[in-house]
């Protein structure tokens, strides 16, 4: 094998310094096969030199400089049937002839299913415009459950934020950031969420929403489920690339309807002419959507809304200096109006409302230079900017039986509460007793741009094809929002101030190089493909300095029966395929930055006076943020194999996989002691100061408090205190240590179309393994927890995967789905029936660490020592969790043991016996641990689309038809449950589609 | 498709297809019949749609109702002892019908919860309920001076009747034979050594903001006397400043109750609707309550064991629209029935008047007030009682009577839901 590639290698570098050989050109027209007219700006790809041209007004396109042989020519066009044939070029062509068919009903080979990319050498999977339509594409994340094994989006509505997440299981509380390394991007340009401050739960950073892209203007959405090429970084988790439409169409209305959302559109690709000199003066596509989705179809006061305009501005240049070399430039803009917003429903309590923007630009331009050189096969580059309005705003009525603190001071010490209008600075403000509305702000404004330079690089050599492609980006990360603020200090409750602009952008400089060979043996074919990425991210100004990464990839591709060999065998196409690869994620700033959070005690209360006058005494603390320099990025190990095979005309495609995250991003929590002065009430019991003529005062740095009396009459009089000890927790960004593994295996057969009743049947599916066992050492101090002493807590435990009862969970599901899918060419007209099935469902909590048991079974529920031998698994008993160790306050150094202390303090110091007790998590559920095998379900789909002519079109879905309202069985509680919260419920929609 | 309209039509009709069919209980006590005659049964429905009573013959009580699901409830008051019991019945129109109903005995207690109120009331501004104002009124039912100071409050887990009990197995309470009742959170207990109750005279004790409420809300109620008690102990973890405000300088820090957290959390969680709260006397709650050998598990947070001989009076209330979940947490022979309760209008549960003894005691001639009209019947439709015997007890004290109230150990007997607070004049 070694000697294999090594004769690759050099056959390829001597090949690169073979002098120059003869070329050729192929001149041809593209027409409309309907009507025989001239198909305009028609894309003309030569794939395999990938050399390309574009036809003019006349149909017209040249390509030159074309290497002798075989090739593969794609002709596309918006509207149009894409039309790819295999072609051999020993000779100059001059009139190469193509009809391209009109892309509608008529056809036979329209499909509604994702189909398979068969010249990727990974897993890859296009949903074309047809597909989209007729599901009625709402919300471009509902693509999703057109995968292998996909299931129908449960959420119709687009209130809650829709991300993607590519192989990953049907419970959301999987950890390792699966949406967030799942790349989305929008005809090249990335949606990021590195900028969101959001935080961050126990699974993870999310995804970017994908809620604002406008789902008519789609024209494909193309998914990479394996391992995508170097070209791609900042991802972990797969690439959604959705392309939206670009060519000369007609105006295209669409009106959409179900029962929560409303839709209309207008779209039109308008060619806008000549020069003088006959050169196009290109193309611009407009599309303007505004899509109305309410959560409750009885009230259209919840709602979500989107108002969306895209311009792309696209030419050729391919004279005068460009005759020979064109240029293909394309400039893209769209702008998004929108957001949630509750707003008040008449017959609630007025003015109470909350908004959400999710205003967003994005634009992006592209160029792409076809050189066609011996050295250089074209050059392309691009840029793009996201920038998001994400403000949010929260207007309450508030009130208040007597004024009512509310702490916003971020520096630390003891503060008495002021009100506004006496210190507008006060760190703490006294809310006045009464009615009043509080507006709440949040200020998030994340941006992400891009500039990338790639080249590609196309040779044949003999029979063998070669192409490199190398390139370099770069890209940064900012936000420009200010954070939380309020216009109504009197009111508003608790918050701090932390401006998100003050954040230092993250920079990221990648370089990456590829390898692509394509080798014929014999009547096989094997491509091979190699590619090394390195990530270089810069954080000026902070403890993250400069980390690099690096992402190798391999994917290789063998054809073993090609089709074009097979017609009338019975094995008509086989190949099989592997990848293995590395991807990396860079961090959010949630993870790099996260919001500071503050202690607070109340360490005075006086009493209050007939009129309502109270004071009050807060301690301060911000909670430390240790900046982890260490901090690694997270990386995704990708392994995968597929084989794709026509039987007899049934398609089988299958691919196996296994990933494995490493260093998944995670915030923890440390502590750290701390003092304060405490005044209890009762110390006003020696204050001569009359009650009414009090008036308090506190020492910023001791807490300690001091009545003056207003009149001036008696002296001033300072409280008797005591010291208090406490654990305040601080904040840190850490990478696991244990890798979360998902497994799986997708297949879909498409079984030979069935020509007497026009029906296809597709069987897919999707076998889904998860597993994860948390090891990292988690410092653990129960929260709101009285010591047996009556003071705080004074005792941290530390655990295997923190102090749960379970730090692991393995999951399993097959989701399998028939879609009988009937298409009526003669009367335009495509029916499909979908039966979406979930045969398996499994879940166990588990709780392991290395070298022994993490957690026991107990013969006694309410006795934690009475543990049993053996596994906890093996019980179905009260269960306990002892931490590894645990330190005190007094002596935090110390690593106590635990087991041994609890014992001996049973028999020697109940008070101990009693906060040690309160480490130890035990519950009397006698199932944690048990399997959990839900008993299967299924719900059925059902979609037609109607062409009426060329003029209009007409779709129609109902989903979970049937209205199943069965129950599934649980083996793990042994009850059962409503379906409810498995399937989407029953809902409909019609689409109306006009074109003119 | 009219035959089968027809057929559902005919099958809907309750005169032809369910019959009212007989069912007999028979009052048991301690494995024998408790053959006496006259004593008043009760068969409630479940979905509390209809109720009916039957008195016994030796201890036997028949009825004639519809098949169905009831509750039968039975309560015998004699000079110090009350007997409860309380059973689950079944009515089938093709079983046999009869049950028994299993007695428990206990014994009356002079301290008594006199009022409850925990729903809130609604805001001024028409925008919601205010919750933070619930207290709890302990009141002297006997003719002797009490000494209550070492008197707490508790109340039993779950919180909500109608949540689910991880202490109901196989529907029997698992505590039931095994002479505790689960305390959840915390127990309160008195400051002062020193707090003393006069013959017919009660204590207010605010359970959460002890100032005047009425300043901002209107509807609710003024917890700022000097006289009344407050449950108020930051130091313990309860730091909840909307709950715990800067309590009345009109209250002595005297007059605070003190509590251990053993439960997770910075407010005391007793239910704003459905809490079965009970008042006990124990010399040493905050040792017993930080003792660890004190602690059950079986709920999400420990709770702490209470002794049933420990419990003076206990109030059982049910939740109003969630009669499918609702069930009971104290045991028989502690309170053998239930008080629904409509929550944010400012419904208070008021116990009701023993008519009989009220008006035996020789000084209360010409002081007692009839007529009472400040029960809910009538204006909360499903779940409105009022107190049966007729007597308005706040008016009659004003007067100067002395009320004896009812001390069934039955919530269903002694408490009614009152339109208003009683301390709202």
Request: with cysteine; aromatic share 12%.
């Given at each position: ?199 961050v ?211 630390e ?130 403890a ?49 930055y996260p919001v500071p959070t503050y202690a ?21 603390l911000p909670r430390t943020i240790e900046y982890n ?37 995670m915030l923890n929590t440390g502590y750290e002691r701390f ?51 406490r654990f305040n927790s601080t904040t840190f960004a850490d ?43 988690l410092a653990e101090c129960?929260h ?12 941290i435990?530390y ?88 330190t005190?306050y007094?002596?935090p ?104 | ?425």
């Open positions: 094998m070694k000697k294999f590639l090594l004769s690759i290698v050099i056959l390829v570098a001597a090949a690169a310094t073979m002098q120059a050989q003869q070329t050729y050109s192929i001149t041809g027209t593209v027409l409309n096969k309907t009507d025989g007219k001239p198909v305009e700006y028609a894309t003309v790809v030569l794939e395999t030199t990938e050399q390309w041209a574009v036809a003019d007004k006349n149909g017209n396109f040249t390509i030159t400089n074309i290497q002798p042989g075989k090739n593969v020519i794609s002709i596309s066009c918006l509207g149009f049937v894409t039309d790819t044939r295999e072609i051999v070029i020993n000779r100059d062509i001059d009139t190469y002839l193509i009809y391209l068919p009109e892309d509608n009903l008529t056809l036979e080979s329209v499909v509604v299913t994702a189909q398979d990319n068969s010249n990727s050498a990974t897993t890859s999977r296009t949903i074309d415009k047809t597909a989209l339509d007729h599901i009625q594409l709402m919300n471009v994340a509902d693509a999703s459950s057109l995968l292998p094994g996909g299931v129908t989006n449960k959420d119709p509505s687009l209130l809650n934020n829709q991300v993607f997440s590519i192989r990953s299981g049907m419970s959301t509380s999987e950890v390792g950031n699966v949406s967030f390394g799942t790349a989305v991007e929008v005809d090249g340009v990335r949606l990021s969420n590195n900028g969101s401050f959001a935080t739960s126990t699974t993870g950073v999310a995804g970017a929403t994908v809620n604002n892209i406008a789902s008519t203007n789609v024209e494909s959405i193309e998914v990479i489920t394996g391992v995508p090429s170097v070209e791609y970084g900042d991802m972990t988790s797969g690439v959604v690339k959705i392309n939206t439409r670009k060519g000369r169409t007609p105006y295209t209305v669409t009106m959409s309807t179900n029962p929560n959302l409303k839709q209309v559109s207008l779209s039109k690709g308008f060619g806008l002419g000549e020069t003088r000199r006959g050169a196009s003066k290109g193309i611009l596509n407009t599309s303007f959507e505004y899509t109305v989705a309410t959560s409750d179809q009885r009230s259209p006061y919840t709602a979500y809304d989107r108002k969306q305009l895209q311009l792309t501005y696209s030419n050729l240049f391919d004279r005068g200096i460009f005759s020979r070399t064109p240029l293909r430039f394309s400039i893209s803009a769209s702008g998004n109006l929108g957001g949630s917003d509750s707003k008040a429903d008449p017959d609630a309590f007025s003015e109470n409302r909350t908004t959400q923007r999710d205003n967003s630009f994005r634009g992006n331009f592209n160029l792409d230079w076809l050189l066609s050189k011996k050295w250089i096969t074209n050059i392309e580059l691009s840029g793009s900017v996201v920038y998001s309005d994400k403000l949010s705003m929260e207007h309450v009525n508030v009130s208040f039986a007597q004024d009512s603190p509310a702490i916003h001071g971020t520096e010490g003891y503060f008495v509460a002021q009100h506004y209008e006496d210190n507008p600075d006060a760190a703490v403000i006294l809310r006045p007793a009464g009615y009043g509305y509080s507006t709440m702000y949040v200020d998030d404004r994340p941006i992400n741009y891009s500039l990338k330079l790639k080249a590609n690089w196309a040779r044949k050599f003999g029979n063998i094809n070669n192409k490199i492609k190398a390139g370099v980006d770069w890209s940064a990360d900012g936000n420009f929002g200010i954070g939380k603020y309020s216009d109504t200090m009197t009111t508003v409750g608790d918050f701090w101030e932390y401006r998100y602009c003050d954040v230092p952008f993250m920079n990221n400089v990648a370089a990456y190089i590829e390898e692509n060979i394509t080798i014929p043996i014999g009547t096989t074919r094997l491509n091979l493909i190699a590619g090394l990425r390195n990530d270089n991210t810069i954080i000026r100004n902070s993250y300095g400069t980390t690099s990464s690096l992402s190798p990839r391999f994917n290789m591709k063998y054809t073993i029966l090609s089709p074009k060999d097979r017609r009338g065998k019975t094995i008509r196409e086989l190949s099989v395929r592997a990848s293995w690869g590395l991807a990396t994620k860079l961090p959010s700033y949630s993870i790099l607070t005690m109340r360490t005075f209360a006086s009493t209050s006076t007939a009129s309502g006058e109270a004071y009050t005494v807060y301690h301060i320099a260490d901090l690694r990025w997270q990386k995704n190990q990708q392994s995968e194999i597929g084989v794709d095979i026509n039987i007899a005309g049934n398609k089988i495609s299958l691919a196996g996989y296994y990933n494995r995250t490493l260093d998944a991003y003092t304060f002065n405490y005044t209890d009430i009762s110390s006003l019991n020696s204050c001569s100061i009359p009650v009414d003529n009090r008036q308090f005062s506190v020492d910023r740095e001791t807490g300690i408090v001091t009545v003056s009396d207003k009149t001036g009459a008696l002296p001033d009089e300072t409280l008797s205190y005591r010291e208090r000890k990478n696991s240590n244990s890798p979360v593994t998902r497994y799986g295996l997708e297949w879909i057969i498409d079984f030979k179309r069935i020509n007497p009743i026009n029906t296809t049947i597709r069987l897919d599916g999707s076998f889904y393994g998860y597993y994860t066992l948390d090891k990292n050492l129960p709101s927890v009285t010591g047996a002493d009556g003071e705080y807590f004074k005792y435990g655990y295997v995967g923190g102090d749960g009862l379970s730090n692991g969970r393995e999951s399993q599901n097959v989701n399998t789905n028939i879609t009988i899918t009937t298409h009526i060419p003669k009367i335009r007209m495509i029916i499909s029936l979908r039966a979406e099935a979930t045969l398996h469902r499994y879940t166990r909590y588990l709780s392991e660490k290395d070298g022994g048991n993490r957690s026991y079974a107990l013969s006694d529920g309410n006795d934690i020592l009475s543990v049993m031998d053996g596994s906890a698994y093996d019980y179905e008993a009260p269960i306990v969790v002892y931490p590894e160790y645990y005190t007094d002596d150094y110390t690593h106590r043991n635990f087991y041994e202390d609890l014992m001996w303090a049973r028999e020697n110091d109940p008070q101990m016996y009693s906060d040690l007790s309160r480490l130890a998590n035990n519950s009397i559920n006698t199932y944690w641990y048990k399997k959990d095998y839900v008993s299967p379900y299924f719900s059925m789909n059902f979609s037609i689309t109607k062409e009426i002519g060329d003029i209009a079109s007409i779709s129609f879905y109902a989903n979970n038809f049937f209205n199943n309202f069965g129950q599934v069985y649980s083996t793990r509680s042994g009850t059962r449950g409503s379906i409810s919260s498995y399937i989407p419920k029953f809902y409909y929609g019609l689409t109306l589609r006009l074109k003119f | 498709m009219l035959a089968a309209m027809a057929i559902v039509a005919t099958a809907c009709d309750p005169k032809t297809e369910n019959p009212p069919v007989d069912v007999t209980i028979t009052l048991m006590y301690e494995n024998e019949v408790f053959a006496e005659d006259g004593i008043t049964v009760t068969l409630t429905a479940t979905d509390n749609s209809a109720s009916y009573q039957a008195e016994t013959a030796a201890g036997v009580a028949t009825f004639s109702v519809l098949p169905g699901l009831y509750n039968a409830t039975a309560t015998v008051h004699t000079v110090q002892t009350v007997y409860n019991g309380t059973v689950a019945v079944t009515v089938s129109a093709a079983a046999d019908n009869s049950y028994d109903l299993e007695l428990t005995a206990s014994e009356a207690s002079q301290l008594l919860i006199k009022e409850l109120y925990i729903g809130g009331c609604q805001k001024d501004d028409g925008s919601g309920t205010f919750m933070y104002d619930k207290y709890v009124i302990l009141y002297n039912n006997g003719a002797t001076e009490l000494n209550i100071s070492d008197v707490g409050l508790a109340f039993l887990d779950p919180f909500n009747s109608n949540s689910t009990n991880k202490y109901m197995v196989d529907g029997v309470l698992s505590y039931a034979s095994q002479g505790w009742l689960p305390a959840g959170y915390a127990i309160w207990w008195f400051t002062s050594d020193d707090v003393i109750l006069q013959p017919y005279s009660q204590v207010v004790i605010a359970i959460e903001g002890a100032i005047d409420n009425t300043v901002t809300y209107s509807n609710s109620v003024d917890l700022s006397d000097g006289s009344y008690y407050a449950c108020y102990d930051p130091e313990a973890g309860f730091t909840n400043a909307s709950r715990y405000p800067n309590p009345s300088a009109n209250i002595p820090t005297s007059h605070y109750l003190n509590t251990f957290l053993y439960g997770k959390g910075n407010a005391w969680a007793i239910s704003n609707t459905s809490p079965a709260f009970f008042i006990l006397e124990y010399a040493d709650i905050e040792a017993f309550s930080k003792n660890e050998a004190n602690y059950d598990y079986t709920s999400t947070m420990p709770n702490v064991k209470v002794p049933n001989e420990w419990v003076v009076d206990g109030i059982e209330v049910y939740r109003a629209g969630e009669e499918a979940k609702n069930a009971k947490r104290f045991t028989p022979d502690i309170d053998a029935g239930y008080v629904y309760h409509t929550t944010k209008f400012g419904y208070t549960l008021y116990r009701n008047v023993d008519k009989a003894a009220t008006e035996a005691l020789p000084e209360n001639e010409g002081k007692l007030v009839y007529n009472y009209a400040d029960g809910t019947v009538g204006i909360d439709e499903t779940y409105g009682t009022t107190d049966p015997s007729g007597i308005d007890a706040e008016a009659s004290m004003a007067n100067g009577a002395h009320i004896i109230y009812m001390d069934t150990n039955n919530s269903t007997n002694d408490f009614h839901q009152r339109r208003a607070s009683s301390l709202k004049k």
